[in-house]
């Protein structure tokens, strides 16, 4: 058996975690300093039935046989409207391997998909009105020697571009909302 090239767990100790675990009932957090690895590594070698690897190799190719494509591409005359999704439902009876990638692949190597209408480019522009504020919380270092931070809260008046701003030691809810009082008086009118 191959084990995986950054395994931190041997089999002997995935075996011997998930015994620790079911029959002295250990912490996860006390497996995991035990064994020196992270608590997401001892749930999974918990969770699992078998303390092997599971395959990481390549992937097995897509079937396409022709009786498939025959079946994709009869289904989708008969329903035009009907999308790749639809289309390996309906056909997963007669062919269990059928999916929507594969179904994908024979409508787009016969023509049989619509190309999307591209979405026309606008430019998003924040909307500027009469009665609008944005309001900017920026923390910065404390000035002199001072530990932790400050925060300068900023309200600019978007049609005048006109700003108030205040240093704080906090940003809670109330400390915000007397700057926004403050900023509504010494600001321009908004009529």
């Known amino acids: ?3 995986h090239g950054s395994a931190t767990l041997t089999v002997a100790k995935r075996k011997q975690v998930k015994s620790l675990f079911e029959t002295q009932q250990l912490s996860i957090a006390g497996l995991s300093r035990r064994f020196q690895v992270h608590r997401d590594t001892i749930r999974k070698w918990i969770n699992r039935t078998s303390p092997i690897d599971k ?3 390549e992937r097995k190719k897509r079937v396409i046989t022709p009786e498939y494509e025959c079946a994709v591409i009869e289904y989708r005359k008969q329903n035009p409207t ?3 999704i639809r ?3 309906a056909l997963q009876s007669r062919f269990p391997f ?5 179904v994908a692949i024979i409508l787009k190597k016969h023509g049989l998909t619509k190309k999307g209408q591209p979405r026309p480019k606008t430019k998003w522009r924040i909307p500027v009105g009469r009665h609008r504020l944005q309001c900017d919380i920026q923390e910065l270092p404390a000035i002199k020697g001072n530990k932790g931070f ?4 900023s309200f600019i008046h978007l049609r005048t571009r ?3 701003s205040e240093i704080h030691p906090d940003c ?6 007397a700057v926004y009082q403050r900023a509504l008086d010494s600001l321009p009118p908004f009529s």
Request: aromatic residues 10%; positive net charge.
């Open 1 to 3: 058996m191959k084990q």
């Open 55 to 57: 395959p990481s190799g």
């Open 82 to 84: 009907h999308g790749a």
């Open 87 to 89: 289309i390996a439902l």
């Open 98 to 102: 059928a999916n929507r990638g594969t």
């Open 150 to 153: 400050e925060y300068k809260i």
């Open 162 to 164: 006109w700003k108030y």
């Open 172 to 177: 809670q809810t109330e400390t915000v909302a």
